[in-house]
């Protein structure tokens, strides 16, 4: 079992910036993709931007391109996403996620999610 843990998240003005964190628990995150997921209310969760291994090459929706950036940092087991020129419809819950392959298939894994609301 791979167990992940958002943390982060809060309340900001447009404009504002944030940094989430995506802790690894029992496993090194490093060996492991790493996805940002966003869920807004009413609306189905969305891809925003993955980090590959091991070469650490990353993707972004176009809906956050030029503002989120997401990275690693190994030695703490964590991958960041740095959120800037937030948008209220930045708001929504926001998920890491990893996958692995086993005899029945591809399992996702989750975190339980951290809020992010952007309103003035």
């Known amino acids: 079992q791979l167990q992940l843990e958002e943390s982060g998240g809060g309340s900001v003005q447009p404009g504002g910036s944030l940094r989430l964190s995506c802790a690894g628990l029992?496993?090194?995150?490093?060996?492991?993709?790493i996805g940002w997921f966003r869920q807004a209310p009413g609306k189905k969760r969305e891809g925003l931007s993955c980090?590959?291994?091991?070469?650490?090459?990353?993707y972004y929706a176009d809906s956050v391109k030029g503002r989120f950036t997401i990275s690693r940092e190994n030695v703490r087991n964590t991958v960041y996403l740095q959120m800037n020129r937030l948008k209220p419809e930045d708001t929504g819950v926001y998920y890491c996620?990893?996958?692995?392959?086993?005899?029945?298939?591809?399992?996702?894994?989750w975190g339980q999610g951290t809020q992010v609301t952007v309103s003035s």
């Open positions: 980090i590959s291994s091991p070469d650490a090459s990353t």
């Open positions: 029992g496993f090194a995150l490093e060996a492991y993709a």
């Open positions: 996620n990893t996958n692995r392959m086993s005899l029945g298939g591809r399992v996702d894994y």
